[in-house]
């Protein structure tokens, strides 16, 4: 017997990188800013308006270091009948145990026959034989989705796999989105000294700890770490095409990247050059692949384009 209500289980890195894209066109999470509030109680009133069951919890998925509630993630945790469940980060920042955590909860509501209906906000692969076991208990799953018409099944990152298991697509109104995610910018942090540049964390990111005050970047010390890029052709693909697509996902992410970057963190990473930070790094490889697919992502001389047009676009800026 199941109770006559629902049950919403949202990936939180899924939702604020498919956001993000839909927003900036940049899947990197730091590139907006979120009313989690206002998000939250618009999926539960798309989700309510669909089954006319009110839910009974929202469950929110999302990593940090070591699973330590950040002050991001407390503020959702006191949201009404909204519940937080951490995997960590890893040590190449990926996320561990997020789907894990969810697959299980998702059996678990439906073995207790908790609810009715669950509403599940992910794109992962990984899920759908968590999905057809709650179905196989007898609980429908709905998989709630971001829009995109340039996709085959025209909703954004979800795989196909998962896409096929459910009961349902439920597509989320492009005004919620856009109402709720906003661009962000550098801000000036009150009492700082003036002309000091800083911005909020990106949602669910670890606060900054103090900073060591990195040596300034000159023009000379970034020539000295430009680095040697070698382009080999790969054959039969259309290189030309794939450069072209390569050149404006990296041109778009390092506009938002250094706009929205505190310019000490700035500094730090071009001290690094060429090495680019793992969450860059992995966005980049990400949103090129929605553009061309994994296959063609996977080829040397893409991720090498990739990577060099992102850095000579920073060159432009900094």
């Known amino acids: ?27 990197l999470r730091a590139a907006t800013r979120v009313d989690a509030e206002q998000l939250i109680s618009g999926i539960v009133s798309i989700t309510r308006d669909n089954c006319n069951l009110d839910p009974l919890r929202i469950y929110w998925y999302d990593a940090s270091r070591d699973g330590v509630l950040s002050d991001w993630h407390k503020k959702i945790s006191l949201l009404d009948d909204v519940k937080v469940r951490l995997g960590r980060i890893g040590v190449n920042g990926q996320q561990k145990g997020v789907d894990l955590r969810l697959g299980l909860d998702l059996i678990e509501v439906a073995r207790n026959g ?48 998962l896409a096929y298991k459910v009961d349902r697509i439920l597509v989320l109104p492009q005004e919620l989105i856009h ?50 890029f070698i382009t080999v052709k790969e054959p039969d693909v259309d290189l030309p095409r794939l450069f072209a697509v390569a050149e404006e996902v990296a041109e778009r992410l390092a506009r938002n990247w250094y706009q929205t970057t505190p310019l000490a963190e700035v500094q730090s990473v071009l001290e690094e050059r060429p090495i680019l930070p793992t969450e860059i790094d992995s966005t980049l490889l990400r949103d090129c692949a929605a553009r061309i697919g994994e296959a063609d992502t996977d080829l040397q001389s893409v991720r090498k384009h990739l990577r060099k047009c992102f850095w000579d676009t920073i060159d432009t800026l900094a």
């Not at 017997?1 to 899947?27: E, K, N, P, R, W």
């Not at 995610?181 to 009150?190: D, G, I, K, L, Q």
């Not at 023009?219 to 680095?227: D, F, H, I, R």
């Open 1 to 27: 017997m199941f109770h006559d209500q629902s049950v919403i289980f949202i990936d939180a890195g899924f939702l604020l990188s498919a956001g993000s894209s839909t927003v900036t066109g940049t899947s």
């Open 114 to 161: 908790s609810a009715k209906v669950a509403y599940l906000l992910s794109g992962d692969d990984d899920l759908a034989e968590a999905v057809e076991a709650a179905q196989d208990l007898g609980m429908k799953v709905v998989l709630l989705a971001l829009e995109d018409k340039n996709r085959y099944l025209g909703i954004k990152s979800v795989a196909e796999h």
């Open 179 to 228: 109402s709720t995610f906003t661009p962000a910018t550098r801000a000036v942090v009150p009492g700082s000294e003036a002309g000091t540049e800083s911005t909020p964390p990106a949602a669910g990111a670890p606060l900054p700890g103090p900073s060591s005050g990195p040596t300034p970047v000159t023009p000379a010390t970034l020539a000295s770490k430009k680095a040697t």
